[in-house]
């Protein structure tokens, strides 16, 4: 494998996951809770699986002025958190902290994996991460996608072309597109030609590429980042922030680079034969292991129950059933109706009661 | 109609009614829950609707050692507490609290009504009570028997015979039988018959018409209740309840005397035309009114959601759901399944939580 010393790792920490209510709230995104009820949370378990990789000081957080001081609580060894005054999508996030590191070394190369995402097999994980890093430096934009284990219609899937050919990333391809989320009979089509990947948002970029890209395609972001990152080691750091993150274009990097660069035949994907999600819903949070709150009594019923404030739950009757109570609230629905979740928040603001969305 | 100087109403206050958990309780029986969200509880509405026609001084409510504190708390105006060293079912409470009232007047009638049954029409249960008092004047043991609105398999029934032809009880006719529990094909027969009336336990005799009764038919406890009397306003009173209490067979007063002295002819029923529910479980809780918690979200989903602890509850994609939830514990089911909620108590006890019993 190959050495890592140029990588620094970005992890936006942003999303508030409102299919996941009402364990997650906009006060308490899905990144900061123990979904797994193993001890550790999302962006935990994210930093446990990166932070070997390259040492506390190459991890760059990036997360709203609303959630830094529980991502300070929750990662005491971090020692770089990048605060977004505004949310503004992904790539001002990452674009910022690839500037940031672009500003004390224009070769390093930036991974950027988000903070909410679950990821089993730490083994295939770094192998896959090699790779990306291999093609990064090759000066291709690269993405580690996920070899898709059923048709799901909830991800968007990068199709692969050829061989990359470069010597220590053996799986890597060129992307030859990215796509949306399909229907389920191209889903179908997908999982049989294996030739898609699921997209999990990971990019693996030498920092002056994405840049040159930015420079390219997002002029104005590109300009605004590199103005903020210039003075990021300054006194000045604050006032230009908060002057300049405000005009920044709102876009995601799926958009300004991830989908233009790939037509161009500037990209690389790496296939992870690992476990993943991003545990998108509750049919998700089953999917990877979640498991009942013990004691939880079931008559002539199952489905996944979440007492976050450990009190009796039964269930009588209920097939599939997804519980999942708070100390002030508790939703109550089935795993075929996961994705409609989202629509409580909604609700709850048109009924004046924004402080539990 | 009559006058009802002579009545004296009982008011025996037992059964935690386990098949509304987590919303009652052994410690939190449901004649002491608010159900219907009107701010009185079942045992106040009981008393709102009695009290009026008697007199504080008349209503005896008689309840176990665990309660006595909560009944007088819910009822500061009353003054006639039969506190119940241990559960012995209807018999021994009615027939103590009769014995207590013979004590002073043998000639008094005394009416017996549930603590935790749900009337709708005063007016109409006042005429009834009026038309009991009259046929227990002569002698009978009447009864008010709700005219079905439904072929309910959750009641017992009691089959009419001939009218009394009594003046003053125009509608009272002689009780044929009592039947258990039908099935369905049964209960479809006896609404269509016009002759069965539910039983609702309603019992309105002369006192010592109704110890006489117990004398031939359970003499034993016949001697039990009126030794307990004989002291009940003396300073023995105590030792002695204590002494004899536990001896006394533990028997409902339909076993006890109204089956066998409805086949000898000495009872009358007379019809009632008000809406009466036992509350039995939470299908009859949306059947009497029960609305759910304001601000609840229904999202393709519509129930019964009681929110106990005013926290704020979501249904997603469910039908005829049932969702009960405490500070403490949370009860998740359909309509459907409300009778095999009294299988969550059970549960409960066999994991060793007999704490949320």
Request: net charge negative; hydrophobic share 45%.
């Amino acid at each position: 494998m190959t050495d890592l010393s140029d990588l620094h790792v970005i992890v936006p920490a942003g999303g508030s996951g409102t299919r996941l209510w009402p364990l997650s709230r906009q006060s308490r995104p899905k990144f900061l809770l123990d979904l797994l009820g193993d001890g550790r949370s999302l962006l935990q378990q994210t930093w446990d699986r990166l932070e070997p990789l390259v040492g506390p000081d190459r991890v760059h957080v990036v997360t709203g002025v609303a959630h830094a001081s529980g991502v300070r609580e929750q990662l005491p060894a971090l020692t770089r958190l990048v605060v977004e005054p505004s949310p503004r999508d992904s790539m001002p996030a990452i674009g910022l902290a690839a500037a940031i590191v672009a500003q004390r070394d224009p070769d390093a190369i930036v991974g950027s994996f988000a903070a909410d995402h679950v990821v089993r097999g730490d083994g295939e994980f770094v192998a896959a991460v090699h790779e990306a890093v291999v093609a990064a430096r090759s000066g291709l934009v690269a993405t580690i996608g996920i070899s898709p284990t059923a048709p799901s219609t909830a991800f968007g899937y990068i199709e692969a072309g050829e061989a990359t050919g470069l010597e220590g990333a053996p799986t890597a391809r060129a992307v030859r597109r990215f796509v949306e989320k399909p229907d389920l009979a191209t889903a179908e089509e997908y999982l049989a030609s294996g030739a898609f990947s699921w997209n999990a948002g990971m990019f693996v970029v030498r920092a002056g590429v994405l840049l040159d890209h930015l420079a390219r395609l997002q002029p104005t972001l590109h300009d605004g980042v590199r103005a903020i990152a210039a003075d990021w080691y300054s006194s000045e750091r604050d006032q230009t922030m908060a002057a300049v993150w405000p005009t920044l274009t709102k876009i995601a990097i799926d958009h300004a680079v991830a989908e233009p660069v790939s037509l161009e035949g500037g990209m690389a994907v790496v296939p992870g034969t690992f476990g993943w999600d991003d545990i998108g819903d509750f049919a998700a949070l089953t999917q990877v292991g979640a498991t009942s709150t013990p004691g939880t009594v079931f008559i002539d019923a199952d489905g996944l129950v979440i007492a976050g404030d450990d009190t009796q739950v039964a269930v009588v009757g209920l097939r599939d059933v997804v519980v999942a109570r708070t100390a002030d609230a508790l939703l109550v629905t089935t795993r075929a109706h996961a994705q409609r979740v989202k629509e409580v928040p909604a609700a709850l603001l048109a009924q004046g009661r924004a402080d539990l969305q």
